[in-house]
């Protein structure tokens, strides 16, 4: 749970800060919108390669190699002169996320089922607060400077990330014999391909919130864009608030009736944030949001390391190859909405996509006895 919070914290940092690399280099949305790409493009073409490289070198050492080489890569966007430069630098940072993204959850996955206990939401939700820990920090501490700033989030991250991993329990199986040989597509369960879409839907307004929920405060409150990193720390704030009951919420409504309940949560809060109101009903609707997206992601994560128990890894990539493509499609086709009609009305126009995942979560297992 440690590293699971201290991951995401050199990315919470970037994405507070989102507003002020797209003041400082003079990006209209839409340009912002593409260079965002880089990420999600990167991190989706590495997660096959990552799973199985993480299964050849093992999860300890996968964290041990890779926070100092996150440190370098979120610093990366700050040197940026244009909408080319941006992208090639956040493509860096998704490949190195691709990797320890499939560490973490791997892991997490074989732990629930060597205990037989329900831990992927809370962990889950350790990864929201560290985004959420993330931004805060670095809002708090622009003052010094934005380099600084994040060097600083940063060092927290990966120093004391790299000790955790050092310390990492070894599980079964961990790291021993040969890595399992890969599954070929059409050997994969057709059940992780229908998870997938559900989770892919709602990622895609989990992806949108996270890039555009601080340019959005920032259009319609005003102020100086990096005061609107709160934004991100509210949104975030909430996701991990419920990623960390999602585990009970699980054990009483079982996995299909809390998917439900998140996904109804989510379609209202949309709703507050994009009615013509005041503040308190948009941050508001920044809350709901973040509570309605925050349980898809690991539940499908969850049913996906239970579907096999040599091929967690490979699983795990397969359905975070589908769902996070979201981030390729959500972000950019919010700027180019956004561009187009406003970035109200296309924050509005994810409404119908939740309404056919709340569809999609009736194949999710119903309570257990």
């Known amino acids: 749970m440690a590293l699971f919070a201290l991951q995401p914290m050199a990315f919470g940092a970037w994405l507070a800060l989102i507003p002020y690399i797209k003041d400082t280099l003079s990006l209209e949305k839409a340009d912002l919108a593409l260079a965002l790409l880089g990420m999600p493009v990167a991190l989706i073409a590495v997660l096959q390669v990552a799973s199985r490289i993480v299964a050849r070198i093992g999860i300890r050492r996968t964290f041990i190699y890779l926070f100092p080489l996150q440190t370098l890569a979120v610093l990366l966007p700050f040197f940026a002169t244009g909408q080319t430069s941006l992208f090639f630098a956040l493509a860096s940072l998704g490949a190195i996320v691709a990797f320890m993204e499939v560490a973490l959850n791997t892991y997490a996955g074989r732990l629930e089922k060597e205990a037989d206990v329900m831990i992927m939401s809370r962990c889950h939700g350790f990864w929201a607060l560290g985004v959420t820990a993330g931004s805060f920090m670095v809002t708090m501490l622009f003052g010094l400077g934005p380099l600084v700033a994040v060097l600083a989030v940063c060092a927290v991250s990966a120093g004391v ?37 559900f989770m892919f839907l709602v990622t895609m307004v989990e992806g949108a919130m996270t890039d555009w929920a601080a340019v959005y405060l920032s259009e319609r409150q005003g102020g100086a864009p990096e005061d609107a990193g709160i934004a991100v720390t509210v949104f975030a704030g909430f996701l991990a608030a419920g990623r960390f009951v999602g585990d009970y919420m699980k054990a009483r409504l079982g996995a299909r009736g809390v998917a439900r309940l998140t996904v109804g949560l989510a379609i209202a809060g949309l709703g507050l944030a994009t009615i013509p109101e005041g503040p308190v009903f948009l941050f508001a609707g920044f809350a709901l949001s973040g509570l309605g997206v925050s349980i898809a992601f690991p539940l499908g994560v969850s049913a996906a390391a239970g579907l096999d128990d040599q091929h967690e890894a490979q699983n795990i990539a397969t359905i975070a190859m589908i ?27 994810l409404v119908p996509g939740l309404g056919v995942a709340w569809i999609l979560a009736g194949t999710l297992p119903a309570k257990r006895s």
């Not at 996070?324 to 970035?343: D, Q, V, Y």
């Open 161 to 197: 990330g790299i000790f955790a991993a050092m310390n990492l329990p070894k599980l079964a199986g961990q790291e021993d014999g040969p890595a399992p040989k890969p599954q070929k597509l059409r050997d994969m369960p057709r059940i992780l391909f229908i998870i997938a879409a």
């Open 323 to 349: 769902a996070m493509s979201s981030f390729l499609i959500g972000p950019p086709l919010i700027g180019f909405l956004a561009e187009w009609l406003t970035l109200r009305t296309a924050l509005m126009l």
